[in-house]
């Protein structure tokens, strides 16, 4: 166990006590210990994965979010950073429009789909009543155009 303890990451898996084995191949599981992290600054940082736990490592201490121009994620990072140190009343200002905005978000996707589901159901109705007249007019009886279509005989005499 003392080498796990001087491992900056350490990478694990379930496995049964017994028999030793995996227990799925989904689950994988990383554990990283950031005081063990040993980047000082942000110059030795070579990789994305450096950059992110050199950022959680110190953002604390961070004056500015370094890496900004690298990637785009860290901007969001910076972004989000921003938003926490809101006052209580800008705060839940923000809240209130992100709320707003996924509010009509969510409005205008259900209007979509129920429109949709209202295009489709017009549409079979439409369809089934053209497959009406033409059996009507091939004298079929109505007891079964209304068995075959579902319409009610009254509907059918109608068309």
């Known amino acids: 166990m003392d080498n796990l303890d001087k491992r900056f990451r350490v990478d694990a898996h379930l496995a049964?006590?017994?028999?030793?084995?995996q227990v799925s191949d989904k689950l994988h599981l990383i554990y990283l210990q950031?005081?063990?992290?040993d980047l000082k600054n942000e110059n030795e940082c070579k990789s994305d994965f450096d950059r992110w736990i050199y950022v959680l490592k110190n953002m604390e201490i961070l004056e500015r979010m370094p890496f900004l121009a690298q990637n785009a994620v860290f901007?969001?990072?910076a972004d989000i950073g921003d938003i926490s140190k809101l006052s209580r009343e800008d705060r839940m200002k923000y809240d209130s429009s992100i709320k707003q905005y996924r509010d009509a978000l969510a409005t205008m996707e259900y209007t979509y789909v129920q429109g949709e589901d209202m295009g489709i159901t017009k549409g079979i109705?439409?369809?089934i009543k053209q497959?009406?007249?033409?059996?009507?007019?091939?004298?079929?009886?109505?007891?079964d155009i209304a068995v075959a279509t579902g319409l009610s005989v009254e509907e059918i005499n109608e068309l």
């Open 75 to 77: 901007q969001r990072l």
């Open 16 to 21: 049964d006590r017994v028999t030793n084995q």
């Open 34 to 37: 950031l005081p063990l992290f």
């Open 131 to 143: 497959v009406a007249r033409k059996m009507k007019s091939l004298n079929y009886n109505v007891e």
């Open 125 to 127: 109705t439409k369809g």
